[in-house]
């Protein structure tokens, strides 16, 4: 039993201190997925997009952390739906939570959805709209207290024939239900969008931001964490050039982050303190197109588009320090792509790993989707990239911070019952000539999931053999399984520990379980 326990260990010990490399691409001929959003879940990676070619639907693409893939899923929500966009997904326990719109008729709504990572079961999917507005939501947060906060916009008639006005909004939610907790729309007298939000868990209150259309600014919103949604500090930031458009909040200790970009193709970065009243000067630096962000650490890492040319550009990487200090940028793509096509840039970590992942796509001649994972070290070295000189431009300036108000108003909440379809891709393993692609491949392919009463296993083989050993080696379980997922029950046996063992196709993966 000693040499069991031994190799649980040194597996795990394996996980935590290599890095896998690769570098694929999915190609899906005849659809055409617009943007990207990612997760990490219990070792698998979700990435999910909008289907701009099938009326009602989106898809999730599924693989394991070497990029094999295990499946994608469509979910289609119905022809008599138009469109359906995804903007942002969450993950927490065995849920996925995505957010985006919905439309139906001549407006959209704001759109929720709930599924377990099986990509089989939808809990629920939900929408919020203002009856006459073109509702969306762009951000989600899984807030200390198992609430979901969902931010976004609306666009709404105003007293003027043919025009409108952009108002944020933001929804809380019960995660477990999507019952809503508030719904509150936060009005000036400008056009203003919401695109990000994030928790200070500390202080117990949620920052939100978004830019101010047809201005070279943003604005930012200090909200209660509690079931009210409060405004404490409300501020307009303008600044001298360059709009700003925020993608992304992350609070760092006593400081508080604004990282987007402008119309140019620049990357911004802002610094306040937690009131949001002290401003550091933004920062601007040019030819990098910003797409999304995670920190892990105490440092960050940005992923997004190197644009030399403005007519063609590279899915790109950036690691910055803790204070968005720039530290390495690198070039991941083969060849370069038309600006254009790409539609989504995403960053995900798994112990020592980054993956960077991206979708590009065109209508003609024939319709295509390419997503590519590139899975790099915490240096950023992959299979093919080189070094991109980050160029620091201009320095910002800012010109006004200024309060405004927030009136509230209500929505309409409507449910949804979609289904799911299967997708097929083509995989091809890119800049494998090396043979760095196969350096530290130890990871775990198989997702075992232990209760009380029984043992869930996620298999992305057709056929594998489940084993099960008490303490003393015995062996008191054994079966050939050809199901994706498979149970074991526990129910008959005694309290202690066991060893699960799984073999497939060569492959063995062992864990320790615990019956109370």
Known sequence: MKKIITLIFSLYLAIDSSAQIFHKKYAYSGEIMQGVTSVVNNNRIYNASSSTMLQGMFTIQKTDLAGNLIMTRSIFYGTSVPTVKINKMITNGNRLYIVGSIQQSSQSDALVLALDTNLTTIYYTKSYG?????DVFHDVLLASNN????????????????????????????ASTGTVVYQKIYEDANNKYLYSVTEDVTNNTLFAAGNIQGTNGTHIMKLTNDNLGNVLTAKNMIFSANTMSVKKLQVAGNKLF?????????LLTVETDLSVNTLVMPKLYSNFKY???IKVNKTNYIAGLTVPTGTFSYLAALRMDSLFVPQITTNYSLVPVPSTSWSGVNVVNKSNTMYWIATEGWTAPNPYTNRYI???????NATCNGAYPLTPANIVNTMVMATFTTPVSSFTVVNHNPFTNAMTPTITTLCSTTGIENVNEIF??????NSSEKVVIESPYNEYVIQLFDITGKLVFAKKS?????EISLE??????YVVKLNADGYEQRQKLIKQ
């Open 482 to 486: 050809d199901a994706s997922t498979d």
């Open 291 to 293: 797409h999304d962000l």
């Open 374 to 380: 590139v899975a790099s070290d915490l240096a950023l």
């Open 492 to 497: 008959n046996l005694s309290s202690g520990i």
């Open 147 to 174: 609430d979901l906060v969902m931010v976004g916009n609306s666009t709404v008639p105003t007293g003027t024939v043919s025009l409108t006005k952009a108002v944020p909004f933001v929804v809380r939610a019960a």
């Open 130 to 134: 203002t009856n006459t507005g073109m």
């Open 258 to 266: 604004l990282i987007g970009g402008d119309v140019n193709n620049n």
């Open 444 to 449: 775990e392919k198989f997702v075992i999931k």
